[in-house]
């Protein structure tokens, strides 16, 4: 989609457009659409960026909880978004050994008895054996520290979903 007719979509338009670049928060898009209009993705993105920044730590904390584990339930009984599948599958969790999955499965749910929100990354930034390096050891990580970087990989999720949804290029002179 060419920005321009970004900056043209009705408020539903966009909320279904962009509802899930931040995975199951279109409260996200929702809010940015006031910010309209847009220079270029990159102050999409910053607005995003922004409105998630000015969360309280509880409303950051929900972010990270709306994420689906990695080569979790969800993969297995298909109930993962597509963007998600999408992700998963190009670093190969759905098609993990037996004792991939099984280590994995512990990683998650350690993390989540650790930290009590689930381990997010950027999965299309890693490959698998980074994953699990990162799933360990980000453990050893302070709670607020943890939270943040899981923010962080959210930010990195959501910007590449952006730029598959709005030319990378694309600039209008406001
Ligand atoms: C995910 C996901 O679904 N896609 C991605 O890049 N990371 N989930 C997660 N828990 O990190």
Redesign the pocket.
């Known amino acids: 989609m060419e920005l321009s007719r970004v900056n043209q979509l009705s408020y539903e338009d966009f909320v279904s457009t962009f509802g899930n670049v931040v995975?199951k928060c279109p409260i996200v898009a929702a809010a940015v659409w006031a910010r309209r209009p847009f220079g270029s993705v990159d102050a999409l993105e910053d607005a995003i960026s922004d409105f998630i920044d000015a969360l309280p730590e509880s409303g950051r904390e929900g972010i990270l909880r709306c994420?689906?584990?990695?080569a979790?339930r969800d993969l297995r009984v298909g109930t993962?978004?597509q963007?998600?599948?999408k992700?998963?599958a190009n670093v190969g969790l759905d098609a993990l050994t037996s004792e991939e999955a099984t280590s994995m499965a512990r990683l998650?749910e350690d993390y989540k008895a650790h930290f009590g929100f689930?381990?997010?990354?950027?999965?299309?930034?890693n490959d698998k054996p980074n994953i699990f390096r990162q799933m360990r050891a980000r453990m050893a990580n302070e709670r607020a520290a943890e939270r943040e970087r899981g923010i962080e990989?959210v930010k990195?999720?959501c910007r590449l979903r952006l730029r598959d949804l709005v030319h990378a290029d694309a600039r209008v002179t406001l």
Not at 67 to 70: E, I, K, Q, T
Not at 119 to 124: D, M, S
């Open positions: 995975e994420h689906p584990d990695l979790g993962l978004t963007e998600s599948l992700e998963q998650n689930p381990f997010v990354i950027c999965a299309r930034m990989e990195k999720i």
